[in-house]
Nanobody
């Protein structure tokens, strides 16, 4: 399974950004897809996940600001980031799980204050 993420960049505090990730290769329905992030000097943490049925899970720090969604037909997952804060600055990783877990290469998100 290969994961290609895009959409990262520089954004001002209070602004918005949308991340996209497409899974390809040996992908199947019934997978769990999500976004993790890792800030400098910190451990990688879950941001949000979504099942193929649309059940979502969010980190408390992003609830009400970020929205995860997916396109099952094209094995894509999105992360809409609104009202971003400086503490959202991190490398964001796309994740796919079905039997085994797979990671994308990561996309940098930098929030300027």
């Amino acid at each position: 399974v290969q994961l290609q993420a895009s959409g990262g960049g520089l954004v001002q505090a209070g602004g918005s950004l949308r991340l996209s990730c497409t899974a390809s290769g040996s992908v199947f329905s019934g997978s769990l897809m999500g976004w993790y992030r890792q800030a400098p000097g910190k451990q990688r943490e879950l941001v949000a996940s979504i099942t193929s049925a649309g059940v979502t899970n969010y980190a408390d720090s992003v609830k009400g600001r970020f929205t995860i969604s997916r396109d099952n037909a094209n094995y894509r997952v999105y992360l809409q980031m609104n009202s971003v804060k400086s503490e959202d600055t991190a490398v964001y990783y796309c994740h796919y799980f079905r039997v085994n877990g797979y990671w994308g290469r990561g996309t940098q998100v930098t929030v300027s204050s």
